[in-house]
């Protein structure tokens, strides 16, 4: 007996939006999340009452017309959200220790270009053969561009170019070189490793247009999934997937924590690839393309500072800051434990109650996992507590006093305003969110081995699909996109993309 058409196990942005997208297509859709709070990237979480954010700092795509706000329109909740735009001639400021400038980028192509121009008056070319680029990798990517009908191959001869050896190759100003990939803790770039479309994708979702949400991020969760109740669906909290269970050659169930099964026709996994294989039990999926998948590596973890503010005490602004060690920005990750932080990144949240004075900031510096595997074996979330120690505790006070001093040095006096402050390390992400090793974003994306790290929706089992961010690409915008290349690999055409288009 099928209980649902589809069960989605994850109730990420992926899972929430292809929820979204097939229930609007008439499909039964079931989502199973293991967490008390749906929206894994997305949940927000109170200290203080302050509102603090997991993983939505700001938004790129939401101008009328541009692809988020497309998507979010045509499933109905983009007149819902409480969002901010941020500051039209500043949505990042990149800093750097020693240099007391502070390069900004500016929302607006020709904005863009010319708040640079301020500070690299000699490279206008540079920054023109930058910019065209950007718009041309983005140009080839038709769901991208909500173009339906994409020719794969349209993508292919961008999908090899290296995102640091492009923008070595524009410019020799090794500040430009370093301004111009200095928000890249947005997609954990490595040097001769990241593709230039991860980094184009992104950076023009922002210069497009940059929005914070009001109150954090949840509100995307929190309307998403009351659309898949309101049209029928479920969603299930506190159930946990074990097993997706195999017969007659395709998934026929999936087996949750407490033993217990449930049937649909269609499963889709939100879940990690490599986890989602894990819980399959199968030779229809050979060893080979496990190993595949299981070789690829993961994007860094982080090390998460969050603040609270004394009341009116620090001023709130609308851009993020990040900042680095002189000539560090592509070797933040490469840290000893005597020189950590490299560099950080720092989001203020944007508040409904306080908009003029910040309540909250996040800090987030790149932290290996293997700092933190020695309390691998403890498990802590909201419904299942358990203590890491007093020495784990004392690892996130050393490093919370180490990065405030480096936070102190751009921002003088900071710790004056702090009522009190709360860490996460990449066990936190791992527990609550549940990315792999605590990875900031899963799968990273490799120039060299475009397609290998280009995961497919489709697996072997003809009706169990992947989605969310480690398909084409991370991030809300990335994540909303792989939802609806999973939408139309299940549904087997890519009608969907001219319904938002047209929406
Ligand atoms: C620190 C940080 C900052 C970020 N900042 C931004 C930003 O500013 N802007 C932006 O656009 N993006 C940002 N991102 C990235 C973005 O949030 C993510 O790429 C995106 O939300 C991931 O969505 P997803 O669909 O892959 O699902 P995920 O968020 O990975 O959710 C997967 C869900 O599956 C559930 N699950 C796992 N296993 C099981 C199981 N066995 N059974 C049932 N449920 C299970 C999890 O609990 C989780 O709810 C950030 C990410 C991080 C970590």
């Known amino acids: 007996m099928q209980d649902y058409d589809v069960i989605i196990i994850g109730s990420g ?31 927000t ?61 500016a929302q607006g192509y020709d904005n863009f270009i010319n708040k640079l121009l301020i500070d690299f008056p000699e490279e206008e070319e540079a920054l023109h053969v930058y910019c065209d680029k950007i718009k041309e990798v983005c140009s080839k990517f038709p769901l991208y561009n909500l173009r339906s009908g994409g020719d794969e191959h349209e993508k292919a001869d961008v999908l090899t170019i290296d995102t640091k050896g492009f923008i070595d190759s524009i410019t020799a100003n090794p500040v430009l070189r370093e301004v111009l990939a200095g928000n890249n803790p947005l997609y954990a770039g490595m040097p001769d490793k990241t593709p230039l479309y991860v980094h184009a ?96 590596e993961n994007t860094i973890g982080c090390f998460t500072l969050n603040i609270v503010f004394k009341k009116d005490s620090f001023k709130y602004c609308k851009h993020n800051y990040y900042v680095y060690n002189e000539g560090c920005v592509w070797k933040t990750d490469v840290y000893t434990e005597e020189d950590w932080p490299l560099g950080y990144a720092a989001f203020f949240g944007a508040s409904s109650k306080s908009p003029d004075y910040a309540e909250g900031m996040t800090i987030l510096a790149y932290m290996k996992y293997e700092e933190v595997r ?21 690892f ?50 490799d120039y060299k081995d475009s397609l290998k790290t280009f995961i497919s929706p489709r697996t072997k089992l003809p009706n169990l699909f992947f989605t969310g961010q480690n398909l084409n690409l991370h991030g809300v915008l990335g994540a909303a996109m792989s939802a609806i290349v999973t939408a139309n690999a299940l549904m087997g055409n890519d009608d969907i993309i001219n319904k938002i288009r047209n929406a």
């Open 201 to 296: 994708l992104i950076i023009n979702s922002y210069i497009e247009s940059s929005y914070k949400c009001i109150d954090g991020g949840s509100q995307i969760a929190k309307y998403l999934s009351r659309n898949i109740l309101n049209m029928g669906g479920a969603i299930i909290r506190n159930c946990e997937v074990k097993k997706i269970i195999v017969e007659g050659g395709k998934a026929s169930a999936v087996e949750l924590a407490d033993g217990s099964r449930m049937f649909a026709s269609h499963f889709i996994s939100n879940v990690h690839p490599v986890r989602t294989l894990e819980m399959t039990d199968t030779d229809l999926i050979k060893k080979v393309y496990r190993n595949r998948l299981k070789g690829l």
């Open 45 to 105: 979480y109170v200290r203080d009452r302050v509102i603090f954010d997991s993983g939505v700092h700001y938004l790129g795509g939401l101008e009328k017309g541009q692809n988020l706000y497309q998507i979010f329109k045509y499933v109905d909740i983009l007149d819902k959200l409480r969002l901010q735009k941020m500051e039209e001639d500043v949505f990042d400021k990149i800093l750097f220790e020693g240099d007391d400038k502070e390069y900004v980028y």
């Open 374 to 394: 020695q309390w691998e074996h403890i498990h802590n979330t909201v419904s299942h507590v358990e203590d890491r120690g007093e020495e784990y505790e004392a």
């Open 396 to 445: 996130k006070k050393q490093k919370a006093e180490i990065l405030l001093d480096y936070i102190e040095r751009k921002f003088p006096g900071i710790r004056e305003h702090i009522k009190a402050y709360y860490t996460a390390t990449p066990l936190s992400y791992r527990d609550y969110i549940g990315t792999e090793d605590g990875s900031l974003y899963g799968i990273a994306k």
């Open 13 to 43: 942005m992926g899972g929430l939006v292809c929820g979204n997208l097939l229930m609007k297509e008439g499909f039964k859709v079931c989502i199973l999340e293991k967490n008390r709070q749906i929206g894994g990237c997305l949940q």
